[in-house]
C-alpha cells in the first residue's frame, strides 16, 4: 500500500523516490514483520496457553524426552508468521501485483488448513488431526488454482515450461501436465517443511535460509539484464515476489525469538505447511521449481527419510532408522537436540549455497 500512495509523490531523488525501489521496500518488509512479531509476541503467547490449557499433544512413540521438555509448550504459533508476513507484504509491496495475491493465496489457505489441523489435535488431545485424504486433496485444490492464476500472468513466456539447471537453453514444455507437476512443487514442499518441524528452530532457519535465496532469485528473474546476463528464464513483475519474501524472513525471525530454546511455542501444522506452501509456490512462480529441490535439500532428506522408513517397513517389517524423520534418528543415537539443529542448519545453509550456483552454472 505504502507504493501504491506513496510513489506518485516521488520526484528526481526526494525521500518518496525509495519506495520505487524493490530493494528498499525488502528491507523495509524484513524490519516490519519482525517488529510486528515481537511487539505480538508475548501477548500472542499468552493468549494461546489460557486457551491451549495442556498445550500441543505429544507423539506418544517419540523421543522420551519430549514427553518431559516439551509437555504443555503452546501450538499453532504459525498464526504469528502469518499476522506479521500479510500486513508487511500488503504494506510494502505493489498490491496491484497479481503474484502478490497468489502466493498470499496459496500461503493463508495452507495456514488455514494447518490451523485446522492443530485445532483438532488440541480438542481431541491426540497428535492425529486432519485425515491425509482431506489434506492432501485441499491442498490439490488450493495448489491447482494457484497454477491456473500463474499460467495466465505468465500466459506469454512459455508458462508451462519447466527449465532446468546446469543447462542454458534446455527446457520441457509440460503444457497440461504442468498443473500436476506444479501443484506436486507445492504439496511437497507444504509437506515437507512439516515433516522437518519437529525441534526447537530446526525448521524455521531453513525456511529462512531458503526464503533469502527465491528473494534473491526473484529479484534477479523479474530483472530483464540481471535474467538474460545469468541465461534464466525471465518473468515480468515477478520482482516483486522479493517483498513477500523479505516479510517472510522477518516474520520467521521474530518467530524464532520466541522458538528458540526452550521454546515457548511451537509454529505447529499453521506455521508449516503456510511456509512450506509459500516456497513451493514461489518457486513454481520463478520458474525454478527443480531449484527448490536443491536449496530445500534439508527437507527433501526429512521427507525421504519417511517415505523410506515407511516403504521398507512395510516391505520387510524392519526400520532403516532409529525413528523417522532423521531428526529423531540422530536423538535416538544420544545426539543433543542443540546439536542436531545447528548441524541441520549448516546443511541447509550448505545446499542453499549449491542452489544459488545454479544460476549462473549454466
Known sequence: MLYYFLTPLATGSGF????????FRTVGAILTALFIGLFLGRPFIKWLKSKQGAGQPIRLDGPESHLLTKQGTPTMGGL????????????????????????????IGFGGLGAYDDYLKLTKRTSAGVSGRIKLLTQM???????????????AHNAT??????????????????YLFSAFVIIGSSNAVNLTDGLDGLAIVPVMIATFCFALIAYLVGNAVFSSYLQVPHVP???EISIFCGALIGAGLAFLWFNAPPAKVFMGDTGSLAAGGALGVVSVMTKHEIVLGIIGGLFVIEALSV????????????????MAPIHHHFEKKGWVESTIVIRFWIIAAVLALIGLSTLKLR
Open 16 to 23: 518518496f523516490n525509495l519506495f520505487r525501489y524493490l530493494t
Open 307 to 322: 517415505i523410506l522408513q515407511v516403504g521398507y517397513y512395510k516391505m520387510t517389517k524392519k526400520r532403516i532408522f532409529l
Open 237 to 239: 513483475n515477478i520482482g
Open 80 to 107: 504469528l508468521i502469518l499476522t506479521s508476513l500479510t500486513i508487511s507484504t500488503l504494506l510494502w509491496a505493489n498490491i496491484q501485483n497479481a503474484y502478490i495475491w497468489v502466493v498470499l493465496f496459496v500461503t
Open 161 to 178: 515450461f519447466l527449465s532446468l539447471p546446469f543447462f542454458k537453453e534446455v527446457t520441457l514444455d509440460l503444457g497440461v501436465f504442468f
Open 141 to 155: 485444490v488450493i495448489s491447482i488454482i494457484a497454477t491456473f492464476a500463474i499460467v495466465q500472468l505468465n500466459q
